[in-house]
């Protein structure tokens, strides 16, 4: 990690387990972007991919060539290879009962504290797929683009075309795209202006008007109120539960509580 940051190999844009580096920023950087739009009377156009199982496909082939380009080799380089070298996983069941084991022939180990560095190495150029005029965030596996202009049709044109380059990367790189969870949202002021629709491989992508992004729930007009009111549900569950536990002659402690 320490030779990935000193010599700028990972994307400034990429957020995820990086140190100083948080959703937050990530957020504060989209949410402001989405102002900048408003201020300026302009529609911003943005999609929110979702990529399916990306740990459990990592193209291991793929993933040693951009440790080269990387320049990470020497012993380093060895000790990843047999890191990664005949990884197997079988079932146990009560205790006792073995499956036959299978031979991970893709993907990076889940648990491993190694993992999530390897698979910033081998999303890290996903970022060459972005085309003029358009802007994204990077968090892990989390990937957003997005477009800003005076019309939403115009928005439309530059995201599309930076939308065909990011799948036809992940298609070169063996990651797959959940079509059914890869949403389009247009935040925008205006009124009147007419919808539109992005297309991935030839399938309409489906829009939200309150997509949930690294956490937070937005909504096309920026009025925070779908996420004030998540937030509000979620503390009356909590607090009713809380009342369900004290009472004056039962309940628990006011030591449980605290802890609760």
């Known amino acids: 990690m320490y030779h990935l940051e000193t010599n700028g190999i990972i994307s400034p844009t990429q957020s995820g387990f ?31 991919f979702d990529l399916s199982k990306a740990f459990d496909t990592v193209w291991k082939d793929g993933l040693h060539l951009k440790l080269l380009q990387s320049n990470i080799q020497g012993t380093m380089y060895k000790w990843i290879s047999n890191f990664l070298h005949n990884r197997t996983a079988r ?16 993907g990076v180990p889940q648990g491993s504290a190694f993992s999530p560095t390897l698979f910033l190495v081998y999303i890290n150029d996903i970022t060459s797929a972005i085309t003029p005029y358009v802007k994204h965030t990077l968090h892990a596996d989390d990937f957003a683009i997005w477009s800003t202009a005076e019309y939403a049709t115009t928005a439309k ?75 509000n549900q979620k503390a009356i569950r909590r607090s009713q539960i809380m009342k369900k536990l004290p009472g004056t002659k039962w309940g628990a402690n006011s030591k449980i509580l605290r802890q609760v």
């Open 157 to 231: 044109v530059t995201a599309q075309a930076t939308e065909d380059k990011v799948f036809k990367w992940l298609h070169d790189w063996g990651l797959t795209i959940n079509l059914n969870k890869t949403i389009t949202t247009k935040f925008s002021l205006k009124t009147k202006e007419r919808d539109v629709t992005l297309t991935m491989n030839g399938q309409p992508l489906p829009t939200e008007d309150t997509p949930t992004f690294l956490g937070i729930t937005l909504d096309k007009r920026l009025t925070w109120k779908p996420h004030i009111q998540k937030i």
């Open 18 to 48: 990086r140190k100083n580096k948080t959703t937050e920023d990530q957020l504060t950087y989209f949410v402001q972007n989405i102002e900048n739009a408003f201020q300026e009377q302009k529609s911003m156009l943005s999609v929110f």
């Open 91 to 106: 079932v146990k069941l009560d205790g006792k009962y073995y499956s036959k084991q299978v031979i991970l022939k893709e």
